[in-house]
C-alpha cells in the first residue's frame, strides 16, 4: 500500500508506542486519527506533531471498551476523511493479576480493553477497510504470547486473544484487507524502572540493548506497505526470545 493520502486510526495513539506510530505513518504521508482515552494533552499534542508534517490529524476521546463509544468514533471519522484504510490496534491495558485471585475487576477492565476493545474497532471499521479495496490492519500484541510473564495472566489471555484475532481476521477479509500484527519486547521502560533493571533487561536479549518505541513503528510501517503480507507477525524484540538459551 502506498500510505500518502490514506487515513489512519491508531488507538492508543497519543503517547508511548502509539504516538511513535502516529507520527511514522505521518511521516509516510497519512492522516491520521489519534485515539485515546484520558490522555487529552498528549493527544493534541501528537496531532500539533503530525500536522507539522503536513498532514491532517484529529485526536477523538474513546474508550474503546464502550461498543457505542466505538461506533460514535467510526462515525466521526467518516464524517471528517470520508473513509479509512489503516487500523492499528495499539491500545490495551497493561494491568498486573496474579492466579489464582479474587481480583475480578482487574481481570475484567484487562480483556475488556484488550480484546473486546480490539474487536470493537476493528469490527465497525472493517466495512470502511474493505470498501477502500484494499485496507491494512496491524495489531500489537507482545511476547507473552508465547512466553507467559507471572503476575500478568489477564494481559498474557487478552494478548493471545488479539494473535488469534489476528489471524482470524486475515482469513475473514481476505483478499481485499490484509491483517498482521507486530510483537514488541523490550522498548521502552516502564516508569520508575532502577538502573539496576533496565541493565537487567538489556543482558536479556541478544543485542545487548534496548529498543525505541520508533523500532516498533518501523515494523507497523513494513505491514502496511508490504502487500503480499497477512496472517503473520514480526518480533520486534532484539532477540529476547532467543536469548535466554
Known sequence: MNIQSKTALITGGAQRVGKAITLELARAGANVVINYNSSADAALETVAEAQALGVQALAIQCDIADLTCVQRMVAQIVERFGGLDILVNNADYFGKHPFPTDDYAMWKRVTDITIHGTFYVSNECAPLLLAGGGGSVVNIVDLSVWQPWKGYTAHAV????????????????????????VAPGPVLPPPGYTEEQLKVVEKGTLLRRWGRAEDVAHAVRFLVEAEYVTGDVIFVDGGERFARR
Request: hydrophobic share 60%; glycine share 4%; aromatic share 0%.
Open 158 to 181: 487478552a494478548k493471545a486473544g488479539v494473535m488469534a484475532l489476528t489471524q482470524q481476521m486475515a482469513l475473514e477479509l481476505a483478499p481485499t484487507v490484509r491483517v498482521n500484527a
